[in-house]
């Protein structure tokens, strides 16, 4: 197995802290020599998820997402390992035999982002959410030897669908969900804030069971830390000044970080 180089895994991490801090600080309560093997799968899922930003088309979109499939596959070029991100992230992935076919579906379930396609079904959303939110929480429960339980796929769900409802109302909001309210994504009003307020109460619930699934967890319930800020975005939708139109604003940075340390320090997600 060729190791990855030292340097490649440090610009995982500094990608994540820069792009998203507050998962940068989640992990710091992972034990150090498995931090960085988790900076490499986040900073995987984080490279995959804003390809929409950096692209002026969908094919060329579609185009960087196969190359990150190609190069798990094994079918990338030799230079892959030159990348910073796919060389710490191969070589994480031999380490602890991470599920390949998981990571592949992470790329795969971006491919929709490229697209202003309104997403058809609730279903359809928990199986974006799956891939893009509980995989890397797993993978990371698996590099902290924790069991596949049900409480990352709760967690992945919880976060995945609060992610979206902290942008503003778009084509990732479930269309059967707008049908049942007469919602239009385009209206600030009172029905497509209660389809919203459903996504939220969804989001709630599968918080609190990945609580009480992750009691039973006796190893790498710092994989789920992620997860514990879900609560402080939702209370922000229950707001006078929350606009579905505009997403919702940000907690302060105090706040969010008190959630992560009481969460670490056993008080619950």
């Avoid at 990150?68 to 035999?97: K, M, Q, Y």
């Avoid at 609060?162 to 990732?172: K, S």
């Avoid at 707008?178 to 385009?186: F, P, R, T, W, Y």
């Amino acid at each position: 197995m060729t190791q990855a180089a030292p340097a490649h895994y440090a610009h995982c991490e500094a990608l994540l802290r820069d792009r998203d801090r507050d998962l940068w600080l989640a992990c710091l309560f992972a034990p150090q020599l498995a931090r960085r093997y988790i900076h490499a799968v986040y900073a995987y899922a984080l490279e995959c998820a804003d390809v929409r930003a950096k692209i002026s088309q969908p094919l060329l979109g579609e185009m960087r997402l196969r190359w990150w499939t190609d190069a798990l596959s094994g079918e990338a070029s030799e230079g892959t390992r030159a990348h910073p991100v796919a060389d710490a992230l191969l070589d994480t992935v031999a380490r602890f035999d991470l599920p390949v076919g998981e990571l592949i579906e992470l790329a795969d379930a971006h491919v929709a982002d490229l697209y202003d396609d309104q997403t058809p079904d609730i279903a359809t959303l928990e199986l974006y959410c799956r891939a893009t939110a509980a995989g890397p929480m797993r993978w990371a429960g698996r590099i902290l030897g924790a069991p596949d339980m049900a409480a990352f796929d709760e967690a992945g769900l919880a976060l995945g669908v609060t992610r979206i409802l902290r942008r503003p109302a778009g084509a990732c909001i479930p269309a059967d969900l707008l049908e049942k309210h007469g919602a239009d994504i385009h209206v600030n009003a009172a029905p497509l804030r209660a389809a919203l307020a459903e996504l939220r109460d969804m989001a709630a619930s599968r918080y609190e069971a990945a609580r009480r699934a992750a009691r039973a967890l006796t190893k790498g319930r710092e994989a789920l830390l992620p997860t514990a800020t879900v609560p402080a975005y939702l209370e922000r939708m229950a707001r006078k000044d929350y606009d579905p139109l505009r997403g919702l604003t940000e907690p302060s940075p105090l706040r969010r970080q008190w959630r992560l340390w009481r969460a670490a320090r056993g008080a619950g997600l």
